[in-house]
């Protein structure tokens, strides 16, 4: 089970750090991600992070703006995001990849999902 949390309303070029907690899985087994859905867009892959933590990847939207990081043995994965845009205001999910040893970033690589934490940024 995941639990996002963290979201809120926050003004363009500021900050949010989301946490996503994991329970009733051995945490450092998965490739973890973080994915957001915009109202009336499909849900989108935003970042994801190795078991160990050592490699991450991002979208290109993002990249140089937020930091996925996790912590084994706190059982959670975070997202920094720093200079918010407008445009980054959505739903904001985390989600475990299927056993893999690989970064992936499909949704469908990805079998449990958190519920959502809304991020929204006024201009």
């Known amino acids: 089970q995941l639990q996002a949390s963290g979201g809120g309303l926050v003004q363009a070029g500021g900050s949010l750090r989301l946490s996503c907690a994991a329970s009733?899985?051995?945490?450092?087994?998965?490739?973890m991600g973080w994915f957001r859905q915009a109202p009336g867009k499909e849900r989108e892959f935003v970042a994801v992070?190795?078991?160990?933590?050592?490699?991450?990847y991002y979208a290109d939207s993002v990249k140089g703006r937020f930091t996925i990081s996790r912590d084994n043995a706190k059982n959670t994965v975070y997202l920094r995001m720093n200079s918010l845009k407008p445009e980054d205001t959505a739903d904001y999910y985390c989600?475990?990849?299927?056993?893999?040893?690989?970064?992936?970033?499909?949704?469908?690589?990805?079998?449990?999902w958190g519920q959502g934490t809304q991020v929204t940024v006024s201009s």
């Open positions: 989600a475990a990849a299927n056993p893999s040893f690989a970064i992936v970033t499909r949704l469908a690589d990805f079998g449990s």
């Open positions: 009733g899985r051995t945490f450092s087994a998965y490739v």
């Open positions: 992070i190795s078991r160990s933590g050592g490699t991450t």
